[in-house]
């Protein structure tokens, strides 16, 4: 199995060195993983003067899965917008056709106190974001920003982008969304604004044809506003979503915070051969970075996403992830999730208590 592996900016290379921690584990105990290292996001621009250096791709390409940190920075800014890290990461997706991004949002019990809603409307939430990923205004064109007639007269500046999405993208994610929901608890809620766009108009009419190959799913649909607000009220309604790409963007980090902490919160991104870049949700977090302070629970927890979805070793993966479960039951917590009466502990220190549980 080989592994690229793409630590990225911030706090990327210290929540990754973590999670590589379990995989020479893995690999002491016979496993067959091959590791290489390359620059993606600031760290590539820096490297190569580019956010996506063209090794970086190619490793990416001939690699089996790919994981990854975060990417982003303040000191890169002030770089043409094709240069920034962040364009290195949808351009890395879009070039892999990582069209189907899954992001569990998974509440563990001794994590309730965390949340920032009450217990009892967070105890036992167990939900699955499907977003699509490679569409959509990230994605679209025409974009840019250029000059154009003001509405008193003389020419002002005007920013533009193009939701778009094809039939096509629309039903692929769909099978995807379906299937899953097949595994879990066969609900399915397709999110989008179909009264005023005509772009969530095509999104729905497609869902409601792909539902028909499920009938086992119970199809429903909501208005991106409504889920929004229904995900805060009352998030166990759920049980796996499925949405276009910034919709999805929203959702999840709203999500994440229903879980104690976006760094809690894993993710995959699969082509249509299940091979897949897998990464935490949450950001670089340059103002932590260095620190040691990080959580590096959801990328290990993408660990344990990469042997799921990829690799199709579910006994690897739920030993991981029972790893995590255990550090949580022991007390032991990053400055994100501490709660009086638990024990607070480093990045490095909460890598080495997983190790210790696996």
Known sequence: MKIAVLPGDGIGPEIIAQALKVLEILRGEGMKIELESAAIGGAGYDAAGDPLPDA?????????????????????????????????????????????NLRPALLYPELAEASSLKPEVVANLDLMIVRELTGDVYFGQPRGIEMRPGPTGGNERVGFNTMLYSESEIRRVAHVAFGIAMKRGKKLCSVEKANVLECSELWKEVMIEVAKDYPEVALSHMYVDNAAMQLIRAPKQFDTIVTGNIFGD????????????????????????????????????PDIAGRDIANPLATILSVAMMYRYTFSDSATADR????????????????????????????SEMGAAVIKNL
């Not at 991104?269 to 897949?276: C, E, R, V, Y």
Request: hydrophobic share 40%; proline share 5%; charged share 20%.
């Open 250 to 285: 929203i959702l999840s980090d709203a999500a994440s915070m229903l879980s104690g902490s976006i760094g809690m919160l894993p993710s995959a991104s699969l082509d249509q051969h299940k091979k897949g870049m897998y990464e935490p949700i949450h950001g670089s977090a």
């Open 320 to 347: 991981i992830e029972q790893a995590v479960k255990q550090v949580i039951a022991q007390g032991y917590r990053t400055a994100d999730i501490w709660t009086a009466g638990t024990m607070r502990v480093s990045c």
């Open 56 to 100: 970086t791709l190619k490793l990416a390409r001939d690699a089996d899965a790919v994981l990854l940190g975060a990417v982003g920075g303040p000191q890169y800014d002030s770089l043409d917008r094709p240069l920034r890290p962040e364009r290195g990461l949808l351009r890395i997706r879009k070039e892999l056709n990582l069209f189907a």
